[in-house]
């Protein structure tokens, strides 16, 4: 746990009693704050006093003596409604923050010259973090990896000598916190998403770039600069006199980190100083993937570590769960968890990794479908549908695509498996790539990846680990 003293004897309200905020408020007073916390689900609200947290409904709070509002990141603070939490504290004058903005006025006042890596990006950002955290690993360094990712950044262990904390921002924490300020930033790459809670793709974007514009004198941002959005703000960042390392899947670099062919290339003022071939790395296939690790790799080189010493980390990156993930093989049929594909255009970068796609796909349907993913049809030998959108997708797909409306995941599972060895085709690839939310019939898109892990086991012949 990280401390939180610079609230010490002040009273602090904490809003949203789940993981992060449990963290939050148990922080806050192991700093000497005097907190307040409140949720509105009463689940919440008693496994906090269970904890030792003061609870108190905060509608009847005298806001005048809080020193700050600690939201939880899935709490709305602009869009669709301000929670009822933002407009008293507003009324109050009462500042309104989120952990993110707590850990970074903590490093500022203990350590400010301790290495923090922030990561946000429309898409990539939690394989970046991983990346990010095993490269530093690979290399000596003790890493705390957290935030966004799923481990609240409060609970992470305190700065001391030699300690990297990598943490994943999404734009709900980046919104929450005003005074973010890394050592190193990375901003992969920024299209339309989470609108409903930033109101326009402006706002959104304007969010996201606030990770790059407070990136600490003498830092490093990295930004990927294959959309005009975050090509802008690679520009903005660079005219700020903030040190700025572009990286591209799509086009040569003068300076920075591009793909040329399977190969990443550092480039120095023209000059190509070092190639890092992805060849054969299983848990970086696709351009979406060498995107992620041209960035891990310059925020790492940005840390202190060697290109040789990066190149080696590289090559031992096991991947993460639910993305893209090889969870193994049947005779000559390899099976990829994709389940964290919930839209099409996450969806679209596992199909562009393979040829031969026998693809299960469906769940809780997104706005456009799969309509944006015709260009990669011809690559899908068959699909299998399930869940609520399988009569959408299939009326997509019409005879472009054979298809099979299954219903269930292991129906798909079983049928898939089933025509893919039954293939003459060298290398088929069952894959799990739903282009939709999971809620129809799965909690998550972990529990959903899970069951297609399982099922994978499960099947009649054995199978090996790919």
């Known amino acids: 746990m990280i401390p939180v003293s610079t609230f010490k004897d002040r009273r602090v309200a904490v809003f949203g009693l789940g993981g992060s905020g449990l963290a939050t408020a148990q922080a806050l007073l192991a700093g000497g704050a005097e907190v307040i916390g409140w949720d509105d689900g009463e689940p919440g609200r008693k496994k906090a006093e269970a904890a030792g947290i003061p609870v108190s409904d905060l509608r009847d709070a005298d806001w005048s003596g809080f020193a700050a509002l600690v939201l939880a990141p899935g709490v709305p603070l602009t869009h669709p409604v301000p929670h009822w939490t933002v407009g008293l504290a507003q009324a109050a004058g009462v500042e309104i923050i989120g952990d993110i903005e707590l850990f970074c006025r903590e490093r500022r006042a203990l350590k400010p010259t301790a290495p923090f890596a922030a990561i946000t990006g429309t898409n990539g950002k939690s394989t970046t973090t991983a ?14 990896m957290g935030g966004n990712i799923g481990t609240a950044i409060l609970s992470l262990e305190p700065f001391k000598a030699g300690r990297v904390h990598v943490v994943e921002c999404s734009s709900y924490q980046i919104d929450l916190a005003p005074g973010l300020d890394p050592s190193v930033g990375i901003h992969l790459n920024l299209t339309p998403d989470h609108i409903d809670r930033h109101g326009t793709f402006e706002h959104y974007g304007a969010v996201k770039e606030r990770l790059i514009a407070g990136v600490q004198p003498g830092g490093t941002a990295v930004v990927g600069v294959d959309d005009a959005p975050s090509a802008a703000i690679a520009d903005r960042a660079e005219a700020a006199g903030i040190h700025v390392v572009r990286i591209s899947v799509k086009q040569p670099l003068a300076d920075g980190i591009w793909l040329d ?206």
């Open 131 to 144: 990346l990010l955290s095993h490269l530093m690993k690979v290399g000596g360094r003790d890493v705390q």
């Open 261 to 466: 062919g399977e190969t990443l290339v550092v480039s120095e003022k023209g000059a190509k100083v070092f190639r890092l071939p992805l060849t054969g790395i299983g848990s970086l296939r696709g351009a979406h993937n060498a995107q992620n690790a041209a960035a891990a790799m310059a925020a790492a080189r940005g840390l202190g570590l060697a290109y040789e010493v990066i190149a080696v980390g590289m090559q031992r990156f096991p991947g993460l769960a639910h993305r893209m993930e090889q969870v193994g093989t049947r005779g000559k049929v390899l099976f990829v968890n994709d389940s964290k594909a919930t839209n099409a255009d996450a969806a679209e970068r596992a199909l562009a990794s393979f040829s031969d796609v026998f693809w299960i796909a469906g769940g809780k349907p997104k706005a456009g479908g799969i309509t944006p993913l015709k260009p990669f049809f011809p690559r899908v030998r068959k699909a299998y549908l399930i869940g609520e959108a399988a009569a959408d997708f299939a009326a997509t797909l019409g005879g472009d695509v054979p298809h099979e409306v299954v219903g269930t995941l292991d129906r798909a599972v079983a049928a898939a498996a089933r025509d893919a060895a039954a293939s003459s085709l060298d290398h088929p690839v069952v894959l799990l790539s739903p282009a939709c939310a999971s809620f129809d019939q799965y909690p998550n898109f972990e529990v959903r990846g899970d069951a297609f892990r399982h099922l994978v086991e499960d099947l009649p012949q054995e199978t090996a680990p790919a």
